[in-house]
């Protein structure tokens, strides 16, 4: 469907370019308005959608190369306003989105017990998140939250320094099998969608047996 996907990465990342004004007729111009994006040429290109971006759009296999192409194309937009001594404020215009190759399945699927042990083990004395890697492992990302968006999957942050991880922490089942139904939910919408969630907009409307048959169905 993407063709320029590389079909032994199971998961891609691309750019898009959006101007940082929340008023609400710039909200609306970008609705309605084509989406931009960043091309294997460097430039920025209009497009209707993904699919019509396929064969132009730039897609990054790396998370590490993509914050680095981010910041680079940050870096270089502010010298421009600079030299005309613009003032471009506070914002973002460069946003890294996620999408799932459909040809390559999850080899690994998460359980409660390794919820535990990674919030057993984390360092109470940072923010931590956990998220779900694109292979279907969890990691607790440590104090950076924008690291966490490039996750398939990303939890709430656990604030430092209140024992929600750690050897102090008051980890009980009915708390880790919260966690454990929002991560499945999330991982099922993410398998089925192809984009990043966030868990906890995630409706639970399903039990544990039925999230797990219907996942399995992406192994």
Known sequence: KYVSINKNFPLHYYVEFRIPDTSFLNCRKQIFDPDKYLCKDG??????????????????????NCKEICEFCESKLKAIFDCVDLDIGYGVFFHK??????????????NKAEIMELMKNADDRHYNTLVIDENGFLKIIQDDTEDAFLFPVRNSQWVAGNNYVGRHAFLDENYINDIYMYCLTAWLRYLE???????SECWINEDEKSLLKSIKNFY
Do not use: C, M, W
Request: glycine content about 2%.
């Open 43 to 64: 430039k920025i290109k209009e497009f209707k959608s993904l699919n019509d971006a396929a064969e132009d759009i730039l897609f990054i296999t790396s998370r590490q």
């Open 193 to 199: 969608t192809g984009k990043a969630q966030y868990s």
């Open 97 to 110: 989105e996620l999408i799932r190759n459909p040809q390559v399945s999850p080899s690994h699927l998460f």
